[in-house]
């Protein structure tokens, strides 16, 4: 059974950091590729960022020079490193990650930004 388990939320104020990790039970190597997703109250959960294997890395338009995803391969963590947070960054965050066939999702971890 493959568990992500999330943290390093909180509150921070506007223009603030907060680093998101994602600790997997399972080698991080067995997944072409992990994801972290946003949810804000009342809208659909969007991709925020995505990485392979190859350590090759993708950007949604509105996170692009402020978030930076990577991955520890050696301790099976990914994070998700967030800079110059605006308030609109307000949600909950998911780590995502498919596994022979089978979506796994984190608990989510929620990310307050004040204005």
């Known amino acids: 059974q493959v568990q992500l388990v999330e943290s390093g939320g909180g509150l921070v104020q506007d223009g603030g950091s907060l680093k998101l990790s994602c600790a997997a039970s399972?080698?991080?190597?067995?997944?072409?590729?992990m994801k972290w997703f946003r949810q804000a109250p009342g809208r659909q959960r969007e991709l925020v960022a995505t990485i392979s294997r190859e350590c090759r890395t993708t950007y949604e338009d509105f996170v692009k020079g402020r978030f930076f995803i990577s991955a520890d391969y050696r301790k099976n963590i990914m994070f998700l490193e967030m800079l110059n947070l605006k308030p609109e960054d307000t949600a909950v965050y998911y780590c995502n990650a498919i596994l022979r066939g089978v979506e796994y999702w984190g608990q989510g971890i929620q990310v307050t930004v004040s204005s």
């Open positions: 399972v080698d991080v190597f067995s997944f072409a590729v």
